[in-house]
């Protein structure tokens, strides 16, 4: 005999918020995407994750994690999580802010930009290929979208 939970929501209910939330709709299309690039990049040792945090830093100026965690979603604890083994490969480099010593920078290595200048190549196919199975104007508009939705609230 199998036994029921009493008080379920009503199954009305139920499908409704699988049909009409956004944010489990673009959990899951993350969840999908995330897999996608993971594998693709998967032979450089990177994740989706570590590859647009090594994308980040691919600048003049090493930024501060406390300025790099907001642009990638994350909160400081977890990007300091990420980078450790970057660091651990010798990717980046945590240096101390010369403006702040209690805050730290990090900086991409030559053996990381050497590494990127691989993945990147990798990154592109794949972005093609996924953008060649959407309608025209819909990676754009999504894009879009999903920027406006990433912005903080007024």
Do not use: Y
């Amino acid at each position: 005999m199998t036994e029921t939970t009493p008080g379920l929501l009503p199954r009305d209910t139920v499908l409704h918020i699988r049909d009409t939330c956004l944010c489990l709709a673009v959990q899951r299309a993350a969840r999908r995407l995330a897999r996608r690039f993971d594998a693709a990049l998967r032979p450089f040792g990177l994740t989706n994750g570590q590859f647009a945090l090594m994308v980040a830093l691919n600048q003049p100026e090493p930024p501060p994690i406390g300025r790099l965690a907001p642009f990638l979603g994350m909160d400081p604890s977890t990007l300091t999580a990420a980078v450790k083994p970057l660091a651990r490969r010798g990717l980046l480099v945590v240096e101390p802010d010369p403006d702040d010593g209690r805050s730290r920078r990090l900086r991409i290595t030559p053996e990381g930009v050497a590494l990127m200048r691989q993945a990147v190549d990798v990154w592109r196919e794949e972005h093609a290929a996924l953008e060649a199975m959407m309608l025209p104007g819909m990676a754009e508009a999504l894009r879009t979208g999903l920027g406006a939705l990433a912005q903080p609230p007024l």
